[in-house]
């Protein structure tokens, strides 16, 4: 296994609603990326952080905001969740900043917008 | 244009056969390349790092052509565990972007 956690594992929730995700990152690993991959789809970038400080954004409304911690923890959190919000979430971590630097995954978050 | 576009697959291929998969992407300013592998209902998982010299490992071979755009994956005497999306990674920086993947079933 990679090490990286997620919950919880399976969410349903409705329209309008709010939602935070969570992911604990492999120790030592200072930079955490959250996707989102729809069904059929590859995984999406909506945004990577860095020792606590937000990297690089996706294509993805600013209802979609994250935290990280210094433990190694860290959150996404969507605002006014929509039908299309539906997907599953995943995070990844990695070592650093490096382009080269290869992403541990999660299980993943299978969020239903209903 | 989408950044990175894959074969649509899906590939459906015997055990033994070799598969070739193919996948361009439009920022030339990328520099790293990947080749991950995720199985159903799993996380992604990384195969491979393609470099421009071509790298190989086992019965994969990644090949890269910047001039083209243009990246592969090679899948020689197929297995059965081989089934599998294949998602093909670039990294123009700051950002990661992954292909749609491409759908293997190999067969008995």
């Known amino acids: 296994e990679t090490g990286v956690t997620q919950s919880p594992t399976h969410l349903i929730k409705t329209r309008g609603q709010q939602v935070t995700l969570r992911c604990s990152s492999q120790?030592?690993?200072?930079?955490v990326s959250w996707y989102q991959q729809a069904l059929g789809q590859g995984p999406q970038f909506i945004f990577q952080y860095y020792r606590e400080e937000e990297n690089g954004r996706g294509n993805f409304p600013p209802r979609f905001s994250g935290l990280q911690f210094p433990n190694y923890s860290s959150e996404l959190n969507v605002n006014a969740l929509e039908l299309d919000d539906s997907a599953l979430y995943l995070c990844a971590s990695s070592v650093g900043l490096a382009d080269g630097d290869e992403q541990f995954f999660g299980p993943g978050t299978r969020l239903t917008v209903l | 244009r989408k950044e990175v576009e894959q074969d649509p697959g899906p590939f459906n291929v015997p055990e033994g056969a070799t598969v070739a998969f193919n996948c361009t992407y439009s920022?030339?300013?990328?520099?790293?390349f990947f080749w991950y592998r995720q199985d159903c209902r799993k996380e992604p998982k990384l195969l491979m790092s393609?470099?421009?010299s071509g790298n190989e490992d086992g019965r994969f071979t990644a090949q890269l052509n910047r001039a083209s755009q243009y990246i592969s994956l090679l899948i020689r005497d197929s297995k059965l565990s081989d089934s599998a999306t294949y998602l093909c990674v670039v990294n123009p920086g700051f950002k990661t972007i992954f292909g749609a993947g491409t759908r293997l079933f190999v067969k008995a």
């Open positions: 120790s030592g690993h200072n930079t």
């Open positions: 393609v470099y421009s």
């Open positions: 920022n030339s300013a990328s520099q790293s």
